[in-house]
Structures are given as C-alpha cells and as structure tokens.
C-alpha cells in the first residue's frame, strides 16, 4: 500500500509534506513544515481514528520534557483526522540497538532505564498507561529520551484495574495480563523489564517461531536473567513477575531498587549522554527516514537482496497476537515503501506445526485433484508446488491459508529450478520417514532438511 501523500502535499493547511517517516498501526507519519516554518511530524489516521483519537485525547496537554508533545488535532477538508506533534530529529532506542546488537551495556542501559522512567512516571502520576510501550516509540534527541506514540494509551483511575476486549501492545514487549483484557501500569512496568533485558543482551527475552508461540512463554516462561550482571537480574526478573501484584508498585520504585547499587549509581553520575549521540549520528548516515524496526532480536538479520530483482520479505514490527495475511500486492508494496534500513529488519521464522498445516491444506488440495483427475491428478502432484511457489511468490493455497511464504536464504523469491529442487527434496524427506522435517526443531531459523538443500527459509508474510 502505497503512502497516501509525497513531498510538496498540502493534505491539512498550513503544513507542507516533505517526506513519509513510517506507517504504523493507525495511520502515516510524516515529516513536515507548517507555513510559519515550525517542523512538526504529521500523524495521518488513515485507519481506526476513533481508537487513536481517544488515546491522543488524554495526553494533548501533557508537558513533559520526556514525552513527545502533542500540539494539535486537527480535521481536513475532508473530514481526515491528523495529529500535530513534536518532530523528534534523533533516532528510536530500537535504532540504536540496531545499531548495537550486541547490547548497549551496562552505564548506557541504566541511564536509559532511569530516563525512560521520568517520561513514564508522569503518565502514571496523571493516571495515563501507555500500553505500547516498545523501543520504537522510545526516542532520543538533544540530551532527553522522549516516549511517544499514544495511540494506545488510556486514562485508568487508580483505584481499579479496567477490562477491554481487544488485546493491545507489540507482543514481544506485552504482560501476560494484557491478553485477557486487564491491566493497569504494571503493564508498563512488564514492558520496561523487557527493553532493560534488550539493551542488555541485544534480543528480546521471549523468542519464538510464531506470534503464538511468544504469547505462549509471555504466559508461561521466566525469562533467563542469569544472563544479565546484578543488580539487573532481580530487577528485571521482578518487573517481568507474571503476578502483576508482585512487580513493582511503579516504575520510580524499579529506577530506586536499581541504582541503590553503587557501581549502577556511580555509573550514572559520571555517564555522558553523548555516546549515545554518536551511536545516534551513525543512525542518522545509514537510515535517516527509518520506520520502527522489528523487535526480534538482531541475530535474525537477514542482508538487503540484490536489487536487480524484487525482494520477499522485510521485517516489521508485529504489532497483533497472530499473523497478519497479506496480498502479494500489498507484500510488494510494503517492501518498496521502505527504507533499506528498515528492508534489513529482522525474519519471523514459521514454526513446525504451522508448517504441518499448511502441508495438510496442500495435500487435501492435491489429493481432491487426483481423485478427479485420476492419471493427471499425478502429474499435478508433482508440479503444484514448484509453479506455485514460483509463480504465486512463496506461496501455495496452504501456505497462503496459514499466512507464511518460502523465499530464498538471500530474501528473494524462489526461481523454478529452486522450487524444483525444493520439492525434490521434500520428497525425499518423507520418504526417509519424515526425518526432514526434524531438522526444524533443531535449526535456529526453523529450517527443513530440504530448505538446507535448496537454501530456502519459511517465514510469515506478515502485513
């Protein structure tokens, strides 16, 4: 899907587009500068502005050197909703941690904990959760770590807890709770353990092959905080408690356990903001106009394919608890609305069961073609996968059913021969009793022995 306005569009008065910044959930960001020559960024509700709207409702006053601020909403012509905010020059903590994958450390991670807790003490204080609260809404420019994007955030009173039908968050970043309708600002807090154990290691602390699969251990796992140095340990593993009772009462009382450590403290005192200035600029030179970047962890990074043929898949931020189906049309489109940044993001891998589904779905098709077909019916067998994941980019009807696509280790689209010798070894695969396929539980990017053979991953087409 294309962005709905270019440079030189004057979609609400008195602004002028320059370029887009990103796409999210509800709408388009992008950069512009009113007639006066104030840059702000402008939020697009193209989809769902009332859900926006409401959020964006509660924090239009709020003034807070730690918040992105919100000047305005404003209605065009056409009766399409726009939000007017702060434009924040300097990158999102998923930026930078892109830009270290192998985690900040331990004086950059404690100054960040410590600030992005002002910005989320204030919310608190006011009676305002977040509720999306993920390193792509966390932003640093000038000196202040702002939180922004409130799209999703409620006015809750103190004394009860609040109950929606939706479930509302990025999975990897939301509190078991959520999933069921109930939170409060524990949530928040969950979600700050969370990015602390990111800046630290450089992934997230709940992995898995499927968006089920992270809701899964969200619900059920603890996550391994014996890879983190105290006094990070217990503070994350209390901020991730699955009770929300037992984590802490706010995120001031997370930021004080922290640094009640000397060495924290002490880190905190002599720590210069202006390392992460540069961590910064080196954003700023690879990807100037970068969207939110998946919150999967950086080892799953895939490099750009080469540009003389159209790419398959390109990570973003999975912001739904289950994958999204996407069009090839919109798939393409989404591809080449983004930056090569963004285009480098990060691989959902499809997960075993899902792949035995899909596999069901196909063999239930084909095996209806034979029956009616009789001798064709054979000749169909073998050539239904291959043209079809050649000619319908990854896909068969199963896979299309189950959301996920095959492309090549490289990220492009599978060539015929490819699909072939796919198939080929698939064959070969259940033959062998099916021994192919244990190789998925075993590979970290969830490949069969026939995907090793023709160099092919299986992962979600998500939208």
């Known amino acids: 899907m294309a962005f709905a306005f270019k440079h030189g569009d004057r979609p609400l008065d008195g602004f002028t587009i320059q370029r887009a910044i990103g796409r999210g959930g509800f709408g388009e960001v992008y950069y512009a500068v009113s ?8 939020k697009y509700l193209r989809e769902n502005p009332e859900t926006e709207l409401r959020g964006v409702a509660h924090c239009i006053n709020l003034k807070s050197p730690h918040l992105v601020t919100i000047f305005d909403i404003r209605r065009n012509d056409l009766g399409e ?38 910005g989320l003490i204030y919310l608190h204080d006011r009676g305002i959760v977040h509720r999306d609260l993920k390193p792509g809404n966390i932003f640093y420019d000038d000196g202040f770590v702002k939180i922004g994007d409130y799209g999703l955030s409620k006015f809750i009173a103190e004394s009860r807890h609040s109950n929606q039908t939706v479930s509302v968050g990025t999975l990897h970043y939301m509190a078991p709770e959520v999933g ?9 807090v969950y979600a700050l353990g969370v990015m602390t154990y990111e800046m630290l290691c450089g992934r997230v602390p709940f992995e898995g092959g499927s968006a089920g699969e992270v809701l899964i251990k969200h619900l059920t796992a603890q996550p391994d ?38 060495p924290v403290r002490e880190s905190l005192a002599g720590f210069q903001p202006s390392s992460l200035s540069q961590a910064a600029a080196r954003v700023r030179v690879a990807a100037p106009d970068s969207p939110a970047h998946s919150p999967n962890p950086a080892h799953r990074r895939y ?30 489109d989404r591809h080449r609305e983004m930056t090569p940044e ?9 997960g075993f069961w899902i792949r035995v589904l899909a596999a069901l779905i196909d063999g239930v098709v084909v095996g209806g073609a034979g029956s009616v077909l009789g001798p064709f019916g054979l000749l169909i067998g073998f050539v239904y996968e291959p043209v079809l994941l050649t000619y319908w980019e990854g896909q068969t009807i199963g896979k299309r059913v189950c959301g996920i696509r095959v492309i090549s280790n490289d990220g492009r689209y599978c060539g015929l021969g490819q699909a072939i010798v796919r198939s080929l070894a698939e064959y070969l695969s259940a033959v062998v009793a099916l021994l192919g396929y ?8 969830k490949r069969g022995w026939h995907d090793h053979i023709a160099g092919t991953l299986h992962v979600y087409a998500v939208k």
């Not at 007639?35 to 402008?42: H, N, Q, T």
């Not at 020059?89 to 960040?112: F, H, Q």
């Not at 490099?303 to 393409?332: E, N, S």
């Open 225 to 262: 905080v014996s890879v983190l140095p105290p006094p990070f340990d217990r503070v994350v593993a209390k901020a991730m408690a699955k009770d929300p009772n037992e984590r802490y009462l706010s995120a001031e009382d997370m930021v004080t356990e922290l640094t009640a450590v000397g």
């Open 35 to 42: 007639d006066g020559g104030r840059e702000v960024a402008l």
């Open 180 to 188: 069921s309708g109930n939170y409060s600002k524990s949530i928040d």
């Open 438 to 445: 244990l190789w998925v539980a075993v590979d970290d990017k």
């Open 303 to 332: 490099p750009l394919p080469p540009p003389a043929r159209q790419p398959a898949y390109a990570g973003i931020p999975v912001a739904v608890a289950a994958p999204a189906r996407a069009t090839d049309t919109a798939f393409r």
């Open 81 to 118: 909703y726009f939000v007017v905010m702060e434009y924040v020059a300097g990158p999102s903590l998923r930026d930078i941690l892109v830009a270290e994958p192998n985690g900040l450390g331990v004086d950059k991670t404690a100054y960040l904990v410590r600030e992005i807790a002002k």
């Open 342 to 350: 963004a285009q480098r993001g990060h691989l959902l891998y499809a």
